[in-house]
Every structure is written in C-alpha cells, then in structure tokens.
C-alpha cells in the first residue's frame, strides 16, 4: 500500500486525480490536504467519501505543524502537489495570496517532506514529491513553436510568476539536497468539477442563464485543450516513472482560439439545449492586462520516455464536458452560490 498526500484534492484538478487513482487502484491510500477556498468543494468527492483509503483533512499546506502532524501520523510515500490559487484574473486583483500559497506554501511542502524523508545517506527508497505546474511559467508564444522542457521560464502573470518561483524551488530541492522530485507542466484543462471562473464552465453557465459571454481582447488569443483525466494518467506515470529531478510537460496538442472555444460550447447547446443561446451573447470586452497570446506544447518527452498518449480528442472531451454541466446543475449552482461551502465548513468545525 502507497500513502499518497495529494494537496488541493477537491480543487478541480486535484479531485479527478483523487477519483482516478482510487478508481484505478486499490492499494493506495490518499491523504486528502485541502483549505476548501472558493474553488475547492467536498461535493467534487461524494463518490469516495466512504472509501477508507481516502482520508480527508481540511488545511492550509502554508501549516508548518499541520503538514509536520500528517507526515508524523502517515507513513506518506508520495506528495502530490495541486493546492494552489489558479486564477490569472484574480491574480493581477490581489497578488500577495498567489505568493503565499503558491510559493511560501510550496516550500512548506517541501521543507516537510524533506524533514520526514532525509536518512543519513540520502533519502528514503521510494518516495517523491511531485509539483503540478503550468505551461503559462514559459510565458507566451508567437504563431509558430511550442514549449519544451527547456524553454526559458518567462511569466508574465502575478499568477504564473508564483507558479515559476515554486518552480524554482522545487528544482533548488533537487539541485542542493537531492531531494527526489519531478514538476509537471500542463496546459490548459477542462472536464468535470471545474470552477466556473474558467473560460469553459464559465461559458457554460452563463449560455445557460442566457447571460452575456466576456470574450477578452480580439478572442484570438490560444491555448491547447487538455481533458483532465488524460492529465491525471499523465501524473500517475510522472509518479510511478519519472526520472527524478525532471520536468515533463503535458499537452494536448489540441490548439483553439478563445472565440472557436465559446462558438463550440454555444452551439452545442443551441443544438442540444436551448434555441435562445446563440452567438449573440458573445461580448467582446477589455482585454486582461498582461494577456497571454498563444500556448502550446510539445509534449514529445512524456510520450517518449513514459509512453503517455492524450485518449480523448477536443471533440469527444468538449462534449462530455458540456454535458456533465448539464447532468450537475445543481453543483454548479452550489458552488457559485457557496451555500455548499458553508454547509461543510460548518460540518468540518462540529467534528
Ligand atoms: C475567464 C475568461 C477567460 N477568457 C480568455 C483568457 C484566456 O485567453 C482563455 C482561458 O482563460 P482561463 O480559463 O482564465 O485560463 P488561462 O488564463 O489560460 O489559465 C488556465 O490555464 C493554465 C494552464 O495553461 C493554468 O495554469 C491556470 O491555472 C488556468 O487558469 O480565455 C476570456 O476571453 N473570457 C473570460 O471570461
């Protein structure tokens, strides 16, 4: 049995990791870390709420004693590191908290693991600590290239800035210590569970509040489509075979423009939905400061050295994901109205 500490677990990314690898295995066992923010929501986990090999614990990974008192309890084998402020929107509004959590919250993680796993001749056999980064750490690029694991870190954003430094720092873990660590760079996600403060399940629930749809800029801007699961597998063989010290980005290579992005989901639904939503609510408006025009990934060394393929194409994953909007109103309803976050902070108080 593995003990794996996934921190950020009922964030979007994060809770598809926890259901995938407990659909998948039943030999490991999950340590739960989460603040429950905005973004997170124990709704994202009601499939393994009764599964004992998913433990569940509310907190800041920013806790010295909290992160020193879960390494003391469980013999944990794996950090997975999810928990972070994702949004780049949010982050020109207030960056200090991208800082905190997204750097000073990292080196907590990796000063405790640290702690729990260094022996006399090195480090314990086995463990890992994996950080979950960005393809936005390289910054942006023109109309032709894509990123590699060697492109020179270039953010832009307070967002990816926070996302470069923990970065840095995990490879400063690497570098002095010999910590074993991997950091995966992904680009854009979409799937289930996903904060509608993105650009897809944002254009989903506003399609269907028949509210207007805020495309920045020109909506020529691009990124390349990731589904979440084919981001969870990739993680599990970075995990289970990585080469220790090494980046691997993970890409979909599927390239949209933003505006092809908001066409798709409104015509799915005109079709399947609603004959109201249609092209007239796109709204064009000011751009976001800083704004990103193009990302892409090569994803050749994930698929080389760890064999990892993405399975499921835009068309097939846009449309599943529209729809498990469609099946989970009430979720999306919950998480934005936050009366889901009051019920469980008031639950996880009383306990
Ligand atoms: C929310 C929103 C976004 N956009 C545009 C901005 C971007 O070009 C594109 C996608 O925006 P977002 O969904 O905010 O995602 P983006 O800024 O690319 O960053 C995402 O993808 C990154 C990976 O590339 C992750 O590291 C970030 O955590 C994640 O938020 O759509 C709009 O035109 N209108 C909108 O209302």
Redesign the pocket.
Known sequence: MKTYLVTGGAGFIGSNFVLYMLKKYNDVRIINLDKLTYAGNLENLKEVENNPNHIFVQGDICDKELVEGLFKKYEIDYVVNFAAE????RSIREPEVFAKTNVLGTVNLLNCAKNAWETENGFKEGVKYLQVS???VYGSLGETGYFTETTPLDSHSP?SASKAGADLMVKAYWDTYKMPVNITR???NYGPYQFP???IP?LINNCLNHKPL???GD?L?I?DWLYVEDHCKAIDMVINNGRLGEVYNIGGHNERT?IQIVKTVIAYLNENVDKEITEDLIKFVED?KG?DRR?GIDPTKIKEELGWYPETSFEVGIKKTIQWYLDNRDWMKNVTSGEYQKYYENMYNNR
């Open positions: 994702s949004h780049v929107d960005t393809d936005e967002y992904c680009s854009n403060e993105k650009l944002l805020p495309v920045y909506g801007n990124r933003n976001r704004h990302y």
